[in-house]
C-alpha cells in the first residue's frame, strides 16, 4: 500500500470526526481543491484513552518503533493513549513539526506505513503539519500534547465507512520547523516580477506590466542546502499566487496560518515544474501560463482558467514517495 493514499483516505474518513465538535466549518476550497480554515489553539478532538488505546503496545524510539495490537479489541471510538509525554510547548492545529509515524493494520498486525522508510534525509524523520482538512490524522494523534510527546492511537474501521478496516497509529513529534525559506539570498533573473518579505517571511509580489510568457518562467529567490525534491514526493511549502491580469492575490497558504502539503504530481504542471528538482530551504518564483495552469479559456472573477499565474514558493520540507 502507498503512502499517501493511505494517509489521505486517512484524513478524508477522519475529518468528519474530528470537526463535529467545532463550532465553525472549514472554509470555501483553495486554488488547489482544497477546503480550508484556519489554526486555533483550542483542542479540535482531544482524543481520550481507553482499554483499546492502552492494550497497545510499543516498543523502540522514534523514528523506529514496534507496535504490537492484542486480539479481542472493541474498536468502538477513537482513543489516544500518551506512551511517553514530551517537555515541549503543547501543540495545536497548524503547528509544523517533524516526527514519525507507524499506521498498523489491527486485523493483520501488518505495518501499512512507516514513516521512517519515506525520510529524505539520515535522520529517518518527515515533516508534519496538523491541518485539520488534510491532515486530520495527525490533529488527532499530535494536538494538545506537550511536543516531543509519542502517542498509540487506535481508530475504527467504522471511520473508513462500512467494511472498513480498524487501524493503529504510533506517532512522535520532535521539533518544531521553519515556517520560511531559509535558503541564501540569490538574485533573481532580470524581467520578472518582484517580491518583497514581510517580518514573517509572507511575500508580495508585484507585477511589472506588459504581456505574459507563453512558458513557465521561474528564478530562484532563495537556495536551500536540503534534500532534492523528486517526482511524486510529498512537498511542505508556504505560498502565495497572484493573477497576471489585476495582480489580486487568489490563493494564499500565509493567509490560512500554516503549511500546506501536496504530492508534486498531484498539481498543475507548472507548479510541478517549481518544485522537482528544487531543494528544501529555497523560495522559488515562477510564472505559470494558462496552458501550464489552468488551461485556456475566458478570464473571470471565479475561475483561473485563462489567467497567467504567479507564485512565490518557499519550500520547508519533503517526504519521499513510497514503492509498492
Same mark, same amino acid.
Given at each position: 500500500?502507498?503512502?499517501?493514499?493511505?494517509?489521505?483516505?486517512?484524513?478524508?474518513?477522519?475529518?468528519?470526526?474530528?470537526?463535529?465538535?467545532?463550532?465553525?466549518?472549514?472554509?470555501?476550497?483553495?486554488?488547489?481543491?482544497?477546503?480550508?480554515?484556519?489554526?486555533?489553539?483550542?483542542?479540535?478532538?482531544?482524543?481520550?484513552?481507553?482499554?483499546?488505546?492502552?492494550?497497545?503496545?510499543?516498543?523502540?524510539?522514534?523514528?523506529?518503533?514496534?507496535?504490537?495490537?492484542?486480539?479481542?479489541?472493541?474498536?468502538?471510538?477513537?482513543?489516544?493513549?500518551?506512551?511517553?509525554?514530551?517537555?515541549?510547548?503543547?501543540?495545536?492545529?497548524?503547528?509544523?513539526?517533524?516526527?514519525?509515524?507507524?499506521?498498523?493494520?489491527?486485523?493483520?498486525?501488518?505495518?501499512?506505513?512507516?514513516?521512517?522508510?519515506?525520510?529524505?534525509?539520515?535522520?529517518?524523520?518527515?515533516?508534519?503539519?496538523?491541518?485539520?482538512?488534510?491532515?486530520?490524522? &495527525?490533529?488527532? @494523534? /499530535? +494536538?494538545?500534547?506537550?511536543? =516531543? #510527546?509519542? %502517542?498509540?492511537?487506535? $481508530? *475504527?474501521?467504522?471511520?473508513?465507512?462500512?467494511?472498513?478496516?480498524?487501524?493503529?497509529?504510533?506517532?512522535?513529534?520532535?521539533?518544531?520547523?521553519?515556517?520560511?525559506?531559509?535558503?541564501?539570498?540569490?538574485?533573481?533573473?532580470?524581467?520578472?516580477?518582484?517580491?518583497?518579505?514581510?517580518?514573517?517571511?509572507?511575500?508580495?509580489?508585484?507585477?511589472?506590466?506588459?504581456?505574459?510568457?507563453?512558458?513557465?518562467?521561474?528564478?530562484?529567490?532563495?537556495?536551500?542546502?536540503?534534500?532534492?525534491?523528486?517526482?511524486?514526493?510529498?512537498?511542505?511549502?508556504?505560498?502565495?499566487?497572484?493573477?497576471?491580469?489585476?495582480?489580486?492575490?487568489?490563493?494564499?497558504?500565509?493567509?490560512?496560518?500554516?503549511?500546506?502539503?501536496?504530492?508534486?504530481?498531484?498539481?498543475?504542471?507548472? &507548479?510541478?515544474? @517549481? /518544485? +522537482?528538482?528544487?531543494?528544501? =530551504? #529555497?523560495? %522559488?518564483?515562477?510564472? $505559470? *501560463?494558462?496552458?501550464?495552469?489552468?488551461?485556456?479559456?475566458?478570464?473571470?472573477?471565479?475561475?483561473?482558467?485563462?489567467?497567467?499565474?504567479?507564485?512565490?514558493?518557499?519550500?520547508?520540507?519533503?517526504?519521499?514517495?513510497?514503492?509498492?
Amino acid at each position: 500500500m502507498r503512502i499517501r493514499p493511505l494517509i489521505a483516505l486517512s484524513a478524508v474518513a477522519v475529518t468528519g470526526l474530528l470537526l463535529a465538535g467545532c463550532t465553525g466549518g472549514p472554509d470555501e476550497p483553495d486554488a488547489t481543491g482544497t477546503s480550508t480554515s484556519a489554526p486555533g489553539a483550542d483542542c479540535v478532538l482531544d482524543a481520550p484513552s481507553g482499554a483499546d488505546s492502552d492494550a497497545i503496545g510499543v516498543s523502540g524510539d522514534a523514528p523506529e518503533f514496534t507496535v504490537t495490537v492484542p486480539e479481542g479489541l472493541a474498536f468502538d471510538d477513537i482513543q489516544r493513549t500518551v506512551v511517553s509525554e514530551g517537555s515541549g510547548r503543547e501543540l495545536a492545529t497548524g503547528d509544523f513539526v517533524s516526527g514519525a509515524y507507524t499506521v498498523v493494520d489491527a486485523t493483520s498486525g501488518d505495518v501499512l506505513v512507516a514513516s521512517s522508510t519515506l525520510s529524505a534525509d539520515d535522520s529517518g524523520f518527515v515533516p508534519m503539519v496538523l491541518d485539520p482538512n488534510s491532515y486530520s490524522i &495527525f490533529v488527532a @494523534a /499530535l +494536538e494538545c500534547l506537550p511536543l =516531543g #510527546s509519542t %502517542v498509540a492511537m487506535t $481508530i *475504527p474501521g467504522s471511520a473508513f465507512g462500512e467494511g472498513g478496516t480498524p487501524i493503529v497509529v504510533v506517532a512522535s513529534s520532535t521539533e518544531e520547523l521553519g515556517t520560511r525559506a531559509d535558503g541564501a539570498q540569490q538574485q533573481p533573473a532580470d524581467g520578472m516580477p518582484t517580491v518583497e518579505l514581510a517580518d514573517d517571511g509572507a511575500p508580495t509580489i508585484t507585477l511589472l506590466g506588459g504581456e505574459p510568457p507563453a512558458d513557465v518562467e521561474l528564478t530562484d529567490l532563495k537556495l536551500g542546502d536540503g534534500p532534492v525534491v523528486e517526482s511524486g514526493d510529498t512537498v511542505f511549502v508556504q505560498y502565495t499566487g497572484v493573477k497576471w491580469s489585476d495582480g489580486s492575490v487568489f490563493d494564499s497558504s500565509w493567509d490560512r496560518g500554516y503549511p500546506s502539503a501536496f504530492a508534486t504530481t498531484g498539481v498543475v504542471e507548472g &507548479f510541478q515544474q @517549481a /518544485l +522537482e528538482g528544487q531543494t528544501v =530551504g #529555497s523560495q %522559488v518564483l515562477v510564472v $505559470i *501560463p494558462p496552458a501550464f495552469g489552468y488551461g485556456e479559456g475566458e478570464i473571470n472573477d471565479s475561475d483561473l482558467t485563462g489567467e497567467t499565474l504567479v507564485f512565490v514558493v518557499d519550500i520547508l520540507g519533503v517526504e519521499r514517495a513510497a514503492t509498492e
